[in-house]
């Protein structure tokens, strides 16, 4: 059965990919809607330019892959505060939950604040303000396959649903959700993970009588630890609203003992230069702490003339006695 639920999600995975890239053509490029959908989530991702389809391990798996969730010892919960662009403010939290030594569930909210914003009317006079908002629910799910792993990897799959009312400019409510896989391969010389995982697929939110696409995205991720302290990633990201694109990430441990560790990142996302953003950028920088079961992550991302965007993460992990001893926290 276990073997049966596995062959159909990666079917429906490796044939959503294609279905979904018939819209993905330089003309259809802008043309999306709900795009609070695409604000990426959580320090330790946006600190590696969000290569992190591979990675994935804890609760902001929900949003980057929710094939990562499987990965969580036992239970965990974090929280985002996000400083976007304009003064526009976004807030993730999310937690995730261990029902059995295959099983973890999850669940995540996001809420984004743009602030109240003059209005006007056709002839430029002033027309009172409006308050521009938007608020996403999510559930995930993420499953250890044992019929299709070996003693040298494993595979993980995994599927996330959301629900999403914005007030942006009119009221719409939007239904969308994820299908994500992952294989580790924890015991070769150099480890090595690979994952993909198709975003937002549903029917688009709709107003009036006109129903707007939402902003799909197909990313294929794959990560190798060279040493036992240094991580390097890399994605690629085809979406309807985008072109494509690469993203490169690395993070270097610094292990000060059993009290704590830290951790430097940094990465480029190839999508800013097609923007018209120079290569600096295209950059975004990150650090953190771990000590105890607690995380501290930070990033900062420069966004040009629009402003410089910083990432806060704080996350908790349960105490790992009586899970599963093959996934730990990092």
Same mark, same amino acid.
């Given at each position: 059965m276990r073997h049966q639920? &596995? &062959? +159909?999600?990666?079917?429906?995975?490796?044939?959503?990919?294609?279905?979904?890239?018939?819209? @993905?053509?330089?003309?259809?490029i802008g043309t999306s809607s709900a795009d609070f959908l695409t604000?990426?989530? &959580?320090?330790?991702?946006?600190?590696?330019?969000? #290569?992190?389809? +591979?990675?994935?391990?804890?609760?902001?798996?929900?949003?980057?892959n929710p094939a990562g969730l499987a990965q969580?010892?036992? $239970? #965990?919960?974090? @929280?985002?505060? *996000?400083?976007?662009?304009?003064?526009?403010? @976004?807030?993730y939290g999310a937690y995730a939950h261990r029902i059995n030594d295959v099983s973890v569930i999850g669940g995540a909210f996001?809420?984004?604040?743009?602030? $109240?914003?003059?209005?006007?009317?056709i002839n430029g006079g002033t027309a009172g303000y409006f308050h521009p908002q938007a608020f996403t629910w999510e559930v995930g799910w993420g499953q250890y396959i044992p019929d299709l792993s070996t003693t040298d990897s494993d595979?993980?799959?995994? +599927?996330?649903?959301?629900?999403? *009312? $914005?007030?942006?400019?009119?009221?719409?409510?939007?239904? #969308? &959700?994820?299908?994500?896989?992952q294989q580790h391969y924890f015991n070769a010389w150099i480890p090595y993970r690979f994952g993909a995982v198709i975003q937002n697929?549903?029917?688009?939110?709709?107003?009036?009588?006109?129903?707007?696409r939402l902003p799909v995205k197909a990313r294929?991720?794959?990560?190798? *630890?060279?040493?036992?302290?240094?991580?390097?990633?890399l994605d690629g990201t085809l979406g309807n609203d985008q072109e494509p694109s690469a993203q490169l990430g690395s993070e270097v441990t610094l292990d000060t003992g059993d009290?704590?560790? #830290? @951790?430097?990142?940094?990465?480029?996302?190839?999508?800013?230069?097609?923007?018209?953003?120079?290569?600096f950028k295209a950059v975004s920088f990150g650090l953190g702490i771990k000590t105890l079961q607690f995380s501290f992550d930070y990033s900062f991302s420069a966004m040009g003339e629009l402003g410089d965007s910083h990432r806060f993460s704080v996350s908790f992990n349960f105490p790992t006695r009586g899970g599963p001893k093959k996934y730990r926290e990092r």
């Open positions: 639920v &596995g &062959g +159909a999600l990666v079917a429906v995975l490796l044939c959503a990919a294609p279905a979904a890239a018939r819209d @993905f053509s330089t003309e259809s604000i990426d989530v &959580g320090a330790r991702a946006v600190g590696m330019a969000g #290569a992190y389809t +591979a990675i994935a391990n804890d609760p902001y798996s929900i949003y980057w969580v010892p036992k $239970s #965990a919960a974090t @929280f985002m505060h *996000h400083r976007f662009i304009a003064d526009i403010n @976004f807030d996001r809420y984004m604040d743009a602030g $109240s914003i003059p209005a006007t009317d595979m993980t799959m995994g +599927a996330s649903f959301r629900y999403a *009312h $914005s007030d942006l400019v009119r009221h719409a409510d939007v239904f #969308a &959700g994820d299908l994500g896989i697929l549903g029917p688009g939110p709709k107003y009036d009588e006109k129903r707007e294929l991720g794959a990560s190798i *630890h060279p040493s036992k302290f240094w991580l390097l990633a009290v704590a560790k #830290a @951790f430097l990142r940094g990465g480029i996302d190839t999508r800013r230069l097609t923007n018209g953003l120079d290569g």
